[in-house]
Each structure stands twice: as structure tokens, then as C-alpha cells.
């Protein structure tokens, strides 16, 4: 096992836990570790102020260190006592898995971190992203049940073919701006590649409309007023520049409302405008009237076209409880409701999401297909008929009849046996000899086998997945394109030494390192580099040496002037360490 399990990782199903990946701690750089801890000592000054009370708070309850990018292993013990845990994936994996985490109360964290030219802002999941900014918020109650139930509902949206195609190219983009030494062009043609993507997407399936409000209420939500928002999403809580930005009047600030769902972001950009929530308990309101829009919900004839278009697994469940999983082929359709449905391929059967003894993808290895809705000229549904109905239309035992269905379905055979739910209500009767045909068509006939007629007057819900997880073999993912790990230069990993060296000092491990003798290598071997000056600024100013404190800002003043774009990150963590040293006295 790649990972230490606990309770709550025990009940995840197998095809979930194939994304879980070891996070080897010991990979993180001394590099890594100063990013980390100059992100949070930035964010914990900041957000205090502009962050929901529920971010400081968690932070305590979590034990995120800010000082050290958190061991998951530590991070799941104390995740625990709220009811949740944490697992490393590689990137960003497909949305209904990463959903269907969130069903599990399981954090799903991209164990890898920014790099230094990145500090500000990532378009890939990191753990500075995941670890900062989702863990702590989930300590309020309120809004670890809205996640949770985020994910049980966002996992059976269904999805377009076009939004697998985004998700690789997302993914592609967020590996090729993180791996050191991408060509500009090459992330150039990447971004032209989603923004043509999100231009012709056609259509938005339920996936893309819930990913939506998922962007702007888990990644970018505010609450409180619009005049006097809060930060609590973690795209913002995890950004030091973006948490900034989003508190001036540049940002447009808008009540949040199901609108959301209908508005389409950039993950390559800022943010134009952000919602504003009221509290956690309106994401969760929100959230229902959405479901309620749901093919999961609402069924019926649109139900099964969404399924149709999506060529992928998906479930169908009818007004008996019962539930076919497969992928749909076609639908015929009378008076705007489904009439006869038809899978191709392996399709199992179910119900309440219990696979049918004898209805396995074995049974049905080559597709399923049965009629749904009235007899023709009867009032009552087979569902609701009584056993002496049944008898009296002779859907019985050993009976040879032809079934007529509203709109022009026929079923003409033996009956064997009827398969009945907990309620008494038949949900299937199995024919031999049996030809099924719609207007002339046949769509079943005699030298098949046996023919399972599903019984359902309506299509109750249709949505993504199969009803019974046991039933498929989901273990199918593949990661075509892993993160980028390049051979560390010597410059590299010289640079490195120089940064563990002034952590060791910092934190009491060697305090016989020439603190001086290193910034006079760094300043010859590394004269870019602005993080550990900024470290070393720190030292020095703890312990009081003016010469050197002066010699380092000159420095510092010196790659501002070579490099303004890092001017400001420079000023920042010189103005968090006169702020916090002057708390301290």
C-alpha cells in the first residue's frame, strides 16, 4: 500500500483508491520548504484579517505548521477527529473522481508544490492549494457537510465527451507550467488550446455547470456582504496575490445565486468578478435547487439523451426502483418520453443500488434493452398491478402473451418468472421464445436467449456511474502524462544546500554555519535568487547586526531593479519580518 490507511480511507471503493499516490516527504527541496513556509507566513498575516474566522480556526484544528509543508500522515491523525482524511493524488484527476472523494469526506491533495517562480499563483493543484486552503475550512461543520454532499451529488453529474478533452488539456498545461525549463511557446499554445476548448464546448453538460459552482464557491467563494466580503474558497485562501486582488474595487462582487452555475471561468487568469455568500448554509440551498435540475432528479426522456451523449457509464433508474448501468446506445421516444431504451456492451442490473442475483455484466455481456411505460389501452401499470391483476392480464407463470406498449413497443412470449422488489411490486418478468419489435423492427428475437423485460412506467433518474460499484471493473484509469521531474543542475542543488543550511541554523540543528559566508556565495553563485536573502534578512535582524541587515537590503534592492517583477514579493517578506519582530518586543 502506497499510503497509511485509517477508518475513514478504509471505506473508500477500490476504483477510488487507484489515484492515491505516496507523497514521499523527503522529495521536498529545502526550496520547497522556504516556498511553503514564505506563502503561509504571508497568508496567515494577511488572511487573519480578510479571511473567514473559520480559516484560523482550522489551522489551529488541522496542525498545518507554517513553517513545514504538512506529512499527510500527520495531517489524516488530526483530520480524523472532524471526520475526515487526506489523500496525495498526482495533479489534477477526472472531476467525478475527485468528486466523489469529497462524498467519502476525503481530501484530495496534488502532493506537489509551486515552484519558486510560481510562488504567487498556479494554474496546477498543489499542496499549498489543497493542504492551506481546503484543509482548514473544513473544520467548520457547516461547510464540511456542503463539500461532502458537493461531492455525493457532483459525482453523479453526467458529462460530455468534450469535457474529458478540457480536463486532459487542463491537466496538460498545469504539468508543462510546473516542470522547470518549459519553452513559453510551448505553454503558450497550451493556454490557445483550452481557451478554443472552452469556445466550443457547445452545450455545458451537468458536470461542466456543477463545476462551475464548485469554481466559485469551493475555489473562489466569498461570504458575508458584497460590501463587506470575506475570503473562504481555497483558490484565493492559496494565493498570495490573488487573496489580495480579489479585496479591491477591481474585483466585481456579485450575491451568489444558481447564476453561478451558468458562469464560466479561466483557470489561466485572475478572477474578473467573485459571488458573495451570505453563510455556509445558503451554498447548501443553492446547491439542492441545482440538483434539482439534475437528469439525477428530474429523469425522463432528456435523462437518457445526456447519458446517450456522453459515452460513458451511467445508470438509469425507474419508477419500480429498478436500475440498469451500462452505456446507452439509443432511445425510442413517443409523445416526449422514453418508450424502449437499449445499452451496448457489459450492463448490469440493480436495485437500490444492490446488483439482481443472475443480472451481472455476465448475463448481460452484450447490452440490455427493454420497453418502458403503459399497456396500450389499460389504465393500470404493471408496477401497480396486484397478483390478481397480473393473473387476469396473464402476466403470469408459464402464460404466452403479446404485450402491447404505448407508443408501438411489443413483447410476445413465454413468461417464466417475475422478479419482485422489497415491496411486493414486480420489477422484472423474464420471457423464453420471446420477439420484441417496435413498428416493424425487431429489437429482440427468439434465438437470443432469455429476454428480461424491465417493468417501470417512468425514467425516475439518470445519472453518471454504475448503481452498484462492485459490478464493473473500474480500475481502468490511466494517466497518460505524469508531472515532470527534471534532473537537479549543480547550480541547482547547490542553491539547495543553501537553504538547508540556513533552515538548519533558523531552527537550532547547526548554529556554527557562517550565515555571512553564505549570502557572499549566494550573491557570486546566485545573484537572482531573492527567497533566501529575504530568509537571511530575517536572521540577521534577529539578532540585531545592522551592517549585514543593510548589506542584504542593498543586495535585495539590487535584483528588484534586475527583476521588478519579484519587487513586491521582496517587499512583502521584508515588511512581514519587521511586523512580526516588532510584535515580538
Known sequence: MSYESNPILDKLPKHLKQFIKPQHYEAYSPIDQAVWRYVMRKNVDYLSRVAHSSYMDGLKKTGISIDHIPNMYGMNRILKEIGWAAVAVDGFIPPSAFMEFQAYNVLVIASDIRQLENIEYTPAPDIIHEGAGHAPIIANPEYAEYLRRFGEIGCKAISSAKDYELYHAVRHLSIIKEAAGTPQEEIDKAEKHIEHLQKNMGTPSEMALIRNLHWWTVEYGLIGTVDN??????????SIGESAWCMTD?????????????????????QPQLFVTPDFAFLSQVLEDFANTMALRKGGLSGVQKLINSKELGTIELSTGLQISGNFDKVMEHEGKPIYIQTKGATALAYREKELVGHSIAQHADGFGTPIGKLKGINIAIEDMGPRDLKAYKIYEGEEVKLEFEGGVTVEGTIITGTRNLRGKIILVTFQDCTVTYNGEVLFQPDWGLYNMAVGQHVVSAFNGPADL???????????????????????????QYYLQIR?????????????????????????????????????????????????????ESIKQNNPKVGHLIDDGIELIEHSLSKVK
Open 229 to 238: 466580503p470575506k475570503i473562504y474558497g481555497a483558490g484565493l485562501l492559496s
Open 250 to 270: 477591481k474585483v466585481k462582487k456579485i450575491p451568489y445565486s444558481i447564476e453561478a452555475a451558468h458562469t464560466e471561468f479561466d483557470i489561466t487568469k485572475p
Open 470 to 496: 462492485n459490478s464493473f471493473d473500474l480500475i481502468t484509469h490511466e494517466i497518460t502524462e505524469t508531472t515532470i521531474k527534471h534532473k537537479k543542475s549543480e547550480e541547482r542543488q547547490q542553491l539547495e
Open 504 to 556: 538548519e541554523f533558523r531552527e537550532g540543528k547547526n548554529t556554527t554555519i557562517s550565515r555571512n559566508k553564505v549570502f557572499k556565495e549566494l550573491k557570486e553563485n546566485h545573484p537572482n535568487d531573492w527567497l533566501l536573502p529575504v530568509e537571511l534578512y530575517e536572521l540577521a535582524k534577529k539578532g540585531n547586526d545592522e551592517a549585514f541587515q543593510q548589506e542584504i537590503l542593498d543586495h535585495l
